[in-house]
């Protein structure tokens, strides 16, 4: 390959308007990650269920009553394709992720990975094509920020059009980014924070973080699952103005975000063992694994309601614990199906299985009703406007299937 050219590394390293420089290309990705078309809005409303778990702190909390138990089951969307990730509910439309799915009636196509925006009727506003590894997007007022395997976008909410595009390398976007206060938390090389309207970095983590995965964020720290305790534990807390490392938990390798509450963070590790960390220096305050016939079981990502920690799981009832103690408070639904991660409103807590079985739960554990629906749901539930929103398909193999979202509620 032919060397770069001193006046190549001359227009990598100098001003921006020099970078047209023919041949360039590749030491101007290097050297300025950042590309940037536009300034992105962040100002306006968010929506009622703007990321994964409703808020920064992913929480899984919201404002407002969930639905009755004779609620109406709508697909608002539909193709063979189905969110495996959690439906983000916007101002006025919905977003959700689909990974390599061709869409029926076009044999020869490429598969469609990446976001899909539909508005409250269900018809198609725009989609974004992105990496298949891509996490749950992140409405901020007028723009939603979305994070692959390669970087963080900032796109249009109404058109979809890329407002800025910051190259962090490989990071982890199991998940989603979070977004706080102006700045936008993400995972790659090192751990990044980004203006939200600009893009612009405001710092990153002075030691590599290849194995950050994701995030919660308050007001004044990070928290971040690793995905490789050998470098640390498998949670730390890092600064919010500055990036500085808190402190580090000594927890396994963690790839869900933490539930963060004011005095402890709760997490979920690959082990599938739930952790309550003080907020203040990061030490594990109690841990509880789940154990069947000596057959270990993980725990789904915790969810904060009411003075409890909720939790899921593969074939055993919701748990709900006290989060001081980490003793049990109740147990609550089916026992033999898998929970995904449940939602709280104002009224109680709504929970989903894969098997097709919705429940409301008062915050006491007392099951108030539990319905069926003839469909796989494939991720967790949002909640917005009275109704849980999640994805679902139907059909026993892979030719057979339709999926999509939906809505269940008034």
């Given amino acids: 390959m032919r060397p770069p050219t001193r006046r190549c590394v001359l227009a990598a390293l100098g001003s921006a308007a020099t970078l047209g420089t023919a041949g360039c290309t590749g030491l101007r990705a290097q050297y300025l990650p950042r590309t940037h078309r536009r300034d992105a809005d962040p100002s306006g409303d968010s929506g009622p269920w ?9 929480t899984a909390s919201a404002d407002g009553p969930g639905p009755d138990a004779d609620a109406r089951l709508t697909r608002l969307h539909g193709a063979n394709h189905f969110p495996e990730r959690q439906v983000v509910v916007g101002p006025d439309f919905f977003l959700f992720v689909v990974r390599r799915w061709f869409e029926r009636g076009e044999d020869g196509d ?51 059009a890329v407002n800025w595009y910051y190259r962090s390398g490989y990071g982890f976007p199991h998940v989603s980014p979070a977004v706080r206060d102006g700045r936008v938390y993400v995972g790659g090389r090192r751990f990044l924070a980004l203006d939200a309207a600009t893009g612009e970095r405001l710092w990153r983590t002075e030691e590599e973080m ?56 709760f997490s979920v590790d690959e082990e599938g063992v739930l952790s309550a960390v003080s907020m203040a220096d990061g030490s594990v305050e109690w841990t509880r694994n789940r154990t069947t016939d000596g057959e270990h079981l993980r725990y789904e990502q915790p969810v904060l309601a009411d003075g409890l920690v909720l939790v899921g799981g593969w074939n055993a009832p919701l748990r709900a ?20 991660a449940p939602v709280a409103a104002d009224d109680g807590i709504y929970g989903v299985t894969r098997e097709g079985t919705v429940y409301e739960v008062g915050f006491d554990g007392t ?23 999640f994805g679902s398909r139907s059909g026993e193999t892979v030719e057979e299937w339709r999926g999509g979202f939906d809505r269940f509620g008034p």
């Fill in 50 to 58: 703007p990321t994964l778990g409703h808020d920064a702190r992913r």
């Fill in 110 to 160: 490429d598969p469609f990975s990446g976001v899909v925006a539909v508005d409250k009727s269900g018809a198609e506003r725009w989609r974004f094509g992105t990496e298949p590894d891509v996490g749950v997007p992140t409405v901020v007022g007028n723009a939603v920020v979305v994070e692959d395997t390669n970087g963080t976008r900032a796109v249009d909410a109404e058109t979809g």
């Fill in 210 to 265: 290849p194995a950050a995965q994701t995030c919660s964020a308050t007001a004044d720290g990070v928290v971040v699952s690793n995905g490789y305790d050998g470098n640390g534990g498998g949670l730390f807390c890092l600064d919010a103005e500055g990036g500085s490392v808190r402190w580090e938990a000594d927890v396994a390798s963690t790839y869900d975000p933490a539930a963060v509450g004011e005095r402890r963070c």
């Fill in 321 to 340: 614990f006290d989060p001081a103690t980490g003793e049990t408070a109740w147990t609550a639904g089916p026992a033999d199906e898998r929970h995904y």
């Fill in 367 to 389: 099951e108030r009703w539990r319905r069926s629906i003839a469909r796989t749901v494939t991720c967790a539930p949002s909640l917005a406007d009275g109704a849980l929103y």
